[in-house]
């Protein structure tokens, strides 16, 4: 109109409704709530997989529902439901994990926007445990994009920490059921993430981790807790909730060895030859961190 208003007329039974996304039109049937309820009833890759781009596709782009899947511990939950569906994980799966975590279609511009994601619908060892080698490998070679040929290292870095990231790799690394190009992967994230922004906790993850790789590991049924200052440890929900669970390389959740002998080996070579390049590349408040913790 002349004011600069618009208006519409509607002839007939047309109606004029207002136009809602995704994220919005979703709120008055549940939320982001109802999508990690459906989650569970999935029963193929293929539902997993949609029902994964359908929670990306509400979330980006909506505060209100990235509040409320905060709010609700969404994410946590939907890592336990990934626990509990470990052999369905694929491929695409994994591209929407990434994505739900920040990695886009520009991955040199990637930046980590969603950390609790990132920390537990991927970084968490349980979630892989019965997944395809190649799927787990292409998990963690996404998270390697955020760190390598990445123009914002050292801020994803520093996002990735307030996750705990390094203890959680050291969980990782510590399952008797990785092979060596699973071991290589996570390793090489490990020694990125340590250059990309060096701290003490971090590189003394790394130590530790070799030192632990250096003694023979026998399994018991005594639960002990870990020893302070030595092998890295974490607190985790337990798959079903509850209380949780101290983990660390030396105790299992029953409190036994996690490393068996050949995959000690190798470990602690890849950990080793990390900590070398991680000195070579640290600038002098690196190197510095390194040689507290190494002596």
Request: proline content about 5%; charged content about 15%; hydrophobic content about 45%.
């Amino acid at each position: 109109n002349m004011t600069g208003g618009a208006e519409a007329s509607t002839r007939g039974a047309g109606v004029v409704v207002r136009l809602h996304t995704l994220g919005y039109a979703l709120a008055s049937a549940g939320g982001v709530g109802a999508v990690v309820v459906l989650m569970e009833a999935a029963e193929t890759s293929q539902e997993l997989w949609s029902l994964l781009s359908l929670l990306r596709l509400v979330l980006w782009g909506n505060v209100a529902n990235l509040h409320q899947m905060s709010c609700l511990s969404g994410y946590e939950a939907v890592g336990r439901i990934l626990q509990s569906k470990s052999h369905l994980l694929s491929q695409s799966i994994v591209r929407e994990l990434l994505a739900i975590s920040g990695l886009g279609s520009v991955p040199n511009l990637a930046i980590v926007a969603n950390p609790q994601a990132c920390t537990h619908m991927i970084a968490d060892f349980r979630i892989w445990m019965a997944a395809p080698s190649s799927v787990l490998c292409d998990a963690f070679a996404g998270l390697l994009v955020f760190l390598r040929h990445n123009v914002r290292p050292k801020t994803n870095a520093r996002l990735l920490q307030r996750g705990g990231l390094a203890p959680l790799l050291s969980l990782h690394l510590c399952q008797a059921h990785l092979g060596e190009d699973e071991v290589g992967v996570i390793v090489a994230l490990f020694e990125a993430f340590i250059i990309a922004s060096p701290r003490r906790s971090d590189v003394r993850e790394a130590a530790d981790l070799a030192f632990v790789c250096t003694h023979d590991l026998t399994p018991s049924t005594a639960r002990t807790p870990p020893v302070s200052g030595h092998p890295p440890s974490m607190l985790l929900s337990t798959p079903g909730g509850g209380t949780p669970a101290v983990l660390s390389p030396r105790l299992g959740p029953e409190g036994g060895g996690l490393l068996r002998p050949v995959h000690q080996e190798f470990l602690l070579r890849s950990i080793l030859q990390a900590l070398v390049r991680i000195a070579v590349a640290a600038d002098g408040q690196g190197l510095e961190v390194l040689r507290g913790v190494l002596d």
